[in-house]
């Protein structure tokens, strides 16, 4: 008799932690697909590109939430089992509060700076940032950290309480500059007429601008050339491939008309 309620107990303290488990697995799963279904389908809503990827960080923010609280409970459950008296403990962390502060300042000061860059709207997944000379994509933005990914695919690992000082790329629209140079046999109105002809053409065909193409003109003279800009304003971080797009079709142009692009010279006189 005694036997078999040792063995009923041992399997209690097996079972129960697994069931518990099992339970917190699946409440989190559940509560995960109704969030992103929440969150992800916002196709209808017709949200703007920083709309969505300030959903998308709160979205990966309150699944850390829930994670966190999920395990918390799992942990207390599972002690239950054991005889571990849970109201004590829960009792107990007033007092014992200000110990782990000082043991988790670095954690608490993490989560506090998620919180702010969250509300604040500093930065979210999606936008590119500068940190510390370290310019990438934001991958990721949870309570603790953030991940930052460069071009290359390196990714940094930055603390949020040492994310300070950030440049932020995506808050507005870019700006693409095309500085052309030709040389100073060719004239300076058929220069700038074929620039417009360019602008006219290219006007309304270009998805990443948010404006209408720019002919400045004429801005200096260097040693060897005659310079002109063109400028397109254009949503965030677009302006690169705005630009090699200008300059391909610019240089399609010139060759067409024939207007000749320098290249630098030397000259050299014999002193005899």
């Given at each position: 008799m005694?036997?078999l309620?040792?063995?009923?107990?041992?399997?209690?303290?097996?079972?129960?932690?697994?069931?518990?488990?099992?339970?917190?697995i699946?409440?989190?799963?559940?509560?995960?697909?109704i969030?992103?279904?929440?969150?992800?389908?916002?196709?209808?809503?017709?949200?703007k590109?920083h709309?969505?990827?300030?959903?998308?960080?709160?979205r990966?923010?309150i699944?850390?939430?829930?994670?966190?609280?999920?395990?918390?409970?799992?942990?207390?459950?599972?002690?239950?089992?054991f005889?571990v008296?849970?109201?004590?403990?829960?009792?107990?962390?007033?007092?014992?509060?200000a110990?782990?502060?000082?043991?988790?300042?670095?954690?608490?000061?993490?989560?506090?700076?998620?919180f702010?860059?969250?509300?604040?709207?500093?930065?979210?997944?999606?936008?590119?940032?500068?940190?510390?000379?370290?310019m990438?994509?934001?991958?990721?933005?949870?309570?603790?950290t953030?991940?930052?990914?460069?071009?290359?695919?390196?990714?940094?690992?930055?603390?949020?309480?040492?994310?300070?000082?950030?440049?932020n790329?995506?808050?507005?629209?870019?700006?693409?500059?095309v500085?052309?140079?030709?040389d100073?046999n060719?004239?300076?109105?058929?220069v700038?007429?074929?620039?417009?002809?360019?602008?006219?053409?290219?006007?309304?065909?270009?998805?990443?601008?948010?404006?209408?193409?720019?002919v400045?003109g004429?801005?200096?003279l260097?040693?060897?050339?005659?310079?002109?800009?063109?400028?397109?304003?254009?949503?965030?971080m677009?302006?690169?491939?705005?630009?090699?797009?200008l300059?391909?079709?610019?240089?399609?142009?010139?060759?067409?008309?024939k207007?000749?692009?320098?290249?630098?010279?030397?000259?050299?006189?014999n002193g005899k």
């Open positions: 005694i036997k309620f040792n063995l009923e107990i041992n399997l209690k303290l097996i079972i129960l932690p697994l069931i518990y488990i099992i339970i917190g699946i409440v989190y799963e559940l509560l995960r697909k969030i992103t279904k929440i969150t992800v389908n916002n196709k209808k809503y017709n949200l590109n709309q969505k990827q300030r959903i998308d960080t709160l990966i923010l699944l850390n939430i829930v994670k966190y609280i999920t395990v918390i409970i799992v942990v207390l459950m599972i002690l239950g089992t005889g008296n849970v109201s004590s403990i829960l009792a107990g962390l007033g007092i014992t509060t110990i782990i502060g000082l043991a988790f300042q670095d954690l608490a000061k993490d989560i506090i700076a998620g702010s860059i969250i509300t604040e709207a500093q930065y979210e997944v999606g936008d590119t940032i500068e940190v510390d000379g370290f990438g994509e934001v991958v990721f933005l949870g309570l603790k953030t991940r930052i990914r460069n071009y290359k695919g390196a990714t940094k690992i930055i603390s949020n309480h040492n994310m300070d000082k950030i440049i790329y995506s808050l507005n629209n870019s700006l693409a500059i500085d052309v140079s030709v100073y060719e004239n300076s109105d058929k700038e007429k074929i620039l417009n002809e360019v602008a006219e053409r290219l006007n309304g065909t270009i998805e990443e601008a948010t404006g209408e193409i720019q400045i004429l801005t200096s260097d040693d060897s050339s005659i310079n002109y800009r063109v400028t397109l304003e254009t949503n965030a677009q302006h690169y491939a705005v630009e090699r797009l300059k391909k079709e610019i240089k399609k142009a010139f060759d067409k008309a207007i000749k692009i320098p290249f630098p010279q030397i000259e050299v006189h």
